[in-house]
């Protein structure tokens, strides 16, 4: 996704692309982090860990999320 932007920001610099359009992919990159953080701590209410490939790294194996603990 950092790949992605960056991407964006160069072609909005060299006139590629318009302001419009990179608001519109930073919006929706904003949303699509959101909604992994909600899954990541909903896993953790219930003791999960959570299944997310967009986060995985390569030949990595999920680990266990401690509880969060709330006041």
């Not at 949303?31 to 909600?38: A, C, D, G």
Request: hydrophobic residues 40%; glycine residues 6%; aromatic residues 2%.
């Amino acid at each position: 996704m950092r790949a992605i932007l960056a991407e964006e920001i160069q072609k909005l610099r060299s006139g590629d692309t318009t302001a419009a359009n990179v608001n519109a992919i930073v919006n929706a990159s904003g949303k699509i982090l959101t909604t992994v953080k909600m899954e990541i701590d909903y896993a953790r209410l219930l003791g999960h860990t959570p299944d997310i490939a967009f986060i995985e790294a390569k030949g990595s194996k999920p680990k266990a999320l401690p509880p969060t603990s709330k006041p």
